[in-house]
């Protein structure tokens, strides 16, 4: 297993707010994910904790979503063989949720 991912995105929506900002985009990233091959199960919520499953190349990938007062942070455990896109993913978390905890 190779070392876990960690994306921190800040937020100034407080907590509830950022909370149900996430339960929100699940949906979307579901649908995101089977357009690529991918699939997502059991994301499951305990207090303000999202785990979360994907299955990808026949490998296994989980993590957790943790919502605090102004920050996200997010924690993805790769196989090593799919490690080696950690750069790419870490991107698209930053990127996709900067858009998704911005003020509007």
Avoid: Y
């Avoid at 490998?59 to 007062?69: L, N, P, S, T």
């Amino acid at each position: 297993m190779a070392k876990p991912l960690v994306v921190v995105i800040p937020h100034q929506l407080g907590r509830a707010e950022a909370r149900r900002r996430l339960e929100n985009g699940i949906g979307q990233a579901k649908e995101m994910l089977q357009k690529a091959g991918l699939s997502m199960a059991d994301a499951t919520w305990s207090g303000d904790r999202l785990s979360f499953l994907v299955g990808a190349m026949n490998q296994k990938v989980d993590g957790d979503i943790d919502v605090e007062d102004d920050v996200v942070r997010v924690e993805v455990r790769m196989p090593l063989l799919l490690s080696l896109f950690a750069h790419k993913v870490q991107q698209i978390v930053s990127q996709n949720g900067a858009k998704l905890l911005t003020k509007q």
